[in-house]
C-alpha cells in the first residue's frame, strides 16, 4: 500500500468497529478485536467499488441482510487464506504411515475425511496424495473421500482451480511434486486428475451445525481456530467430537492447543487428538 493509498482509507468510529466485530464473532466466530487497521485496509476497496463514503452505509447494508453476496465479498475480504503444500508435514506422515496400515489390518476399504478451513486446497489435495502413496497398490480397492470446507468463496475458487505457483511447491516431497502435479505452459502446476476427484470442495462456516455424526475418520483443522475466541473454540471441538467417527483423528495447527479438561478427544502428540471408544 502507497502513501497515496494509506491516506485514502477511510477510519472507522469506535462504534462502527465494535459493531463489525460484534458481527463477524456472532455470525463465523473469528475474533477481529485487535485487528482495527486490518479491516480498514481490506475494507477500503470495498467500500470505493460500493460508492460508499464511510462505514455507517457499509453497516446498514450488513444490517439489511446479513446474508448477502455482499457480506460474502466482506468475508472473503477480512479472512486471512495462507496456506502451501506440505505445511506441517509430520501430519501427513502420521496419517500415511499410522492410521492408513491400522485402517489396512483392520481390512478396512474405504477412508472419510474432512479438511475443515481448507482455505485455497493445498491441505485437502496432499491429504488425497498422503493417502494414495500410502496405500500404493491397494488404492484401486478404496472409497477416498475428502470433504474441503471453508467459509471464503474466493479461497474455494482457487482451491477448486487447482492451479498453483512452482513457490507453494518446494517443501512437497519430490516424488509427490512427479506424481501428483502436472506441469503448465505458464510455468504453474495443476493438481492431477487423480488426486482431485477424491476432493470436493463446498462452503461451510463452522458456527453452522454440524450435520454428519460419528462420520469422519479423520478430521483437520489447522491454524484455523487461533482466530477463535476460546469459547468458540470449545464449541467448534465438540462439533468435531460428534463428527469424528468411533476411533477417528483430529489434527489441529501446531501453534494451537486444546484443554484436556474441556474436550473428550484423547491426546495423542502435540496438535494429534483421538476419539478412543475401545
Not at 467448534?236 to 479438561?261: C, M, P, W
Request: charged share 25%; net charge positive.
Amino acid at each position: 500500500m502507497n502513501y497515496e493509498e494509506s491516506q485514502s482509507i477511510v477510519r472507522l468510529s469506535d462504534s462502527e468497529f465494535e459493531f463489525i466485530v460484534q458481527f463477524v464473532s456472532d455470525h463465523y466466530g473469528i475474533d477481529l478485536s485487535k485487528k482495527r487497521r486490518l479491516i480498514e485496509a481490506r475494507l477500503a476497496s470495498e467500500l470505493k467499488s460500493l460508492g460508499f463514503d464511510n462505514y455507517s452505509q457499509y453497516i446498514a447494508l450488513l444490517k439489511k441482510d446479513p446474508n448477502s453476496e455482499k457480506v460474502d465479498n466482506f468475508i472473503n475480504k477480512i479472512t486471512t487464506n495462507y496456506s502451501y503444500f506440505s505445511r506441517e508435514a509430520d501430519h501427513y506422515d502420521f496419517l500415511g504411515k499410522k492410521i492408513i496400515p491400522a485402517l489396512i489390518n483392520e481390512k478396512r476399504r474405504g477412508i472419510k475425511v474432512w479438511s475443515a478451513g481448507c482455505s485455497t486446497g493445498e491441505e485437502p489435495y496432499n491429504i488425497a496424495m498422503a493417502i494414495d502413496s500410502a496405500l500404493g497398490s491397494q488404492r484401486s480397492l478404496w472409497n477416498v473421500t475428502i470433504s474441503a470446507t471453508d467459509v471464503s468463496t474466493r479461497a474455494l475458487n482457487i482451491a477448486k482451480e487447482g492451479v498453483y505457483p512452482e513457490a507453494e511447491l518446494k517443501a512437497m516431497p519430490e516424488n509427490w511434486k512427479k506424481n501428483y502435479m502436472v506441469k503448465q505452459d505458464d510455468g504453474n502446476y495443476r493438481v492431477a486428475d487423480s488426486i482431485r476427484k477424491n476432493v470436493s470442495f463446498s462452503r461451510f462456516n463452522l458456527m453452522s451445525p454440524v450435520l454428519q455424526k460419528n462420520y469422519y475418520d479423520v478430521i483437520f483443522c489447522r491454524n484455523v481456530m487461533i482466530y477463535f475466541k476460546p469459547a468458540t473454540t470449545q464449541s467448534i471441538v465438540k462439533k468435531f467430537y460428534q463428527a469424528t467417527a468411533d476411533n477417528g483423528y483430529l489434527f489441529i495447527g501446531h501453534s494451537e492447543t486444546i484443554s484436556r479438561l474441556d474436550t473428550e478427544y484423547t491426546y495423542i502428540s502435540p496438535s494429534i487428538y483421538r476419539k478412543v471408544t475401545k
